[in-house]
């Protein structure tokens, strides 16, 4: 059975600062990943996919990197801004599309 | 990104009634929708998976009886939690996936008060 942890669970940063949250799933065999963001209240927000035959995908100052073989993926924000502040969730699909989530990284950028 | 909505957004019913939500998929097709709860600071949870013009699949220990999903068309599933209780108080969120890797699209959610 697939499991995801994120770790840490929270953190907070001062605005401008270069950040890394991190994922790691315990079956390598996956199709892919996908990086959501969720605000308060909110629904989530897909950020970045990274198909199984990928190692990073790119969107404007979020990059996400994947090493299947390791069971590990990264995602990297750049300049960060208190806009950027939300919880983190990365999920793979466990068969097809069946989307198994970690517990979250609840980000906190300070002005 | 493609758009999933949900309706309603917010629900306060009194115990023992049914409430159904909606959660169509606005710019594409779905065949296949996902249902989840989600509690206060914690992550989502799978309850089923709504599938066009056949029977939904329940993850274990989610009540198929109580959690009444339809999918009628390609852009509506709908989710009647039946006879509800406070304990089902929760925010639900669907999710519809899209293109060839299957990327999931999530609704805004329903947040559903049970008094």
């Known amino acids: 059975k697939q499991e995801v942890t994120q770790i840490p669970a929270a953190l907070s940063v001062p605005e401008g600062e270069n950040l890394v949250l991190n994922c790691s799933f315990t079956d390598s065999a996956i199709y892919n990943l996908q990086w959501f963001r969720q605000d308060p209240g909110k629904g989530l927000t897909s950020l970045l996919l990274?198909?199984?035959?990928?190692r990073e995908q790119t969107s404007g100052r979020l990059n996400a990197s994947l090493d299947k073989s390791s069971g590990r993926s990264t995602l990297y924000i750049a300049a960060s801004q208190p806009g950027d502040s939300a919880t983190y969730l990365c999920?793979?699909?466990?068969?097809?599309?069946?989307?198994?989530f970690g517990q979250g990284t609840r980000l906190t950028i300070n002005p | 990104g493609a758009v999933v909505s949900q309706h309603p957004s917010w629900v306060i019913c009194k115990s023992g009634t049914s409430v159904k939500i909606e959660c169509r998929s606005l710019d594409f097709q779905a065949t296949t929708m996902f249902w989840y709860r989600q509690f206060p600071k914690q992550s989502l949870m799978l309850m089923a998976t709504s599938n066009e013009g056949s029977k939904a699949t329940y993850e274990q220990g989610v009540e198929k009886d109580k959690f009444l999903i339809n999918h009628a068309s390609l852009t509506l599933s709908t989710l009647t939690v039946t006879s509800a209780h406070p304990e089902d108080s929760s925010f639900y969120i669907c999710?519809?996936?899209?293109?060839?890797?299957?990327?999931?699209?999530f609704g805004p959610g329903t947040r559903l008060t049970v008094l």
């Open positions: 990274i198909q199984s035959s990928q």
């Open positions: 999920a793979v699909p466990q068969g097809a599309q069946k989307l198994v």
């Open positions: 999710s519809a996936p899209m293109g060839s890797y299957n990327e999931q699209f």
